[in-house]
């Protein structure tokens, strides 16, 4: 393992502290108009149902880490449950992806909020983009409990300022609904709500943060399940009401208009220049802390697949530890598909690889864990179906406007899997095959 992962080094606060950070930097701001533009009206219900979502799903990672805590917890989970295998290194690999993806939707995200407001051009998006990654870089080179001030900072901002931001702009509105005029389901249908919860749980997937921090937590067995808790609950109070707020203030056509900086033109018509200023503080704040987090998080996961030779590492004769390299190759590959890509494809091709991995870890929870780690296993099954309903109903409707980009997206989960396949076979290791002596589990009675 990386010789710098110290056990014990982040408290309970700052575990908390980055699971709200990664999420309310890639959620309320990043997704809000693309939920609305498939959700309608109902797009806070459709945000709120996300975390329902997540929090079935969040059940297996904190079974598991109770019983076997360490950083980078969701590439153990796999191994644990499907040894060295391609299934495991293959879904360690799309977990790691999707974070990158997130990472690159909250640097465009950033870079739209401070370039909107000031009229620059947009071409200057991708390169305040590439400047927020290099800065998120520079900063997880400090140590953890320095950093676990910085996330403690940046929450404390975020959730208070989007708190404020909200109730002043529901209480100003009169506590009307702009949004829901016309009717709450007006231009909106059930496969488009399922689609955007299945969309929303992008906002909520910084729970896993907190799993890959692991043994770093002070009393990891405790502390891990409850940040995770904390960190959701807190998520869904503000999303719920800052959508409403935004709905408030915007119809949704307007909303969807503003796409990209849709939380900033809600607080205009509510209140005025200082609202939208305040909105891009917060925001700044949210995705720079938000960066931070998920590049701690995906570092630490990625150090501990490399340690058990499941990807191939290089140093290209750099100094440091292999997490320091790690963070250089996750920041270059940020910066390329902030440039590269939209906030809409980064979102679509994230959400997909992270539901993918997510029901891969579900299914060995299920099949080969549940006993071990004590799971009610009829919880992990339900997490399985929201996972399916949702990424079944996204897949299909953004396939009708977008194939290519949903089939690139698969085309990359396969390319993930072979990859990985062909890399284990060069390098073999001690690797167990999917079905091995865990399968033995399956007839084991359930909890």
Known sequence: MANDLRDGSLSLRGAVAMGTGVMVGAGIFALTGQVAGLAGPL???????????????????IR??????????????????????????????????????????????????LSEPLG????????LAVGSVAAAVGINLMRNESLSWVQTAGAIIKVGGLGLLAVAAIAVGGGTYTAGEEGLTAGTSLAGFIAATGLGVLAYKGFTTITNDGAELV?????VGRAIVISLAICAVIYTTVAFAAGSSLSVEDIVAAQ???????????????????????????CLTGLVSSMFAVSRMLAMVTDMDMIPHRHFAMPGTV????????????????VALDMSQIAAVGIIFYLVMDLVVQWGVARRLRTEVQARVW?????????????????????????????????????????????????????????????????????
Do not use: C
């Open 219 to 223: 009393n990891p067995k405790r502390n």
């Open 43 to 61: 797009f806070p219900l459709a945000l709120l149902a996300a975390a329902g979502v997540a929090g079935l799903g969040s059940y297996s990672y």
């Open 260 to 286: 990209d900086y849709a939380l900033a033109e809600a607080a205009r018509p509510a209140l005025g220049a200082w609202g939208v200023g305040a909105t891009v503080v917060v925001a700044v704040v949210a």
């Open 120 to 127: 620059w051009p947009t071409w200057l998006v991708p390169v």
């Open 379 to 447: 919880v992990v099954w339900a997490a399985m179906a929201a996972d399916a309903v949702v990424l079944t109903a996204f897949v299909a409707l953004r396939g009708q406007d977008s194939p290519w980009l949903i089939a690139g997206a698969v085309g990359a989960v396969v390319a993930v899997f072979a990859a990985q396949r062909a890399y284990l076979r060069r390098h073999p290791g001690d690797e167990t095959d999917e079905t091995d002596e865990k399968d033995a589990d399956v007839d084991s009675p359930s909890h």
């Open 323 to 338: 997490r320091h390299h790690l963070l250089v190759y996750i920041g270059v590959i940020a910066a390329v598909l902030a």
């Open 64 to 113: 598991v880490t109770r019983t076997h805590p360490s950083s980078g917890g969701i590439a153990m989970i796999l191994t644990q449950a499907y040894g060295r295998s391609t299934v495991a290194a293959g879904s360690s690999m799309l977990m790691a992806l999707s974070m990158v993806l997130n990472q690159a939707l909250v640097a465009r995200t950033f870079g739209t909020y």
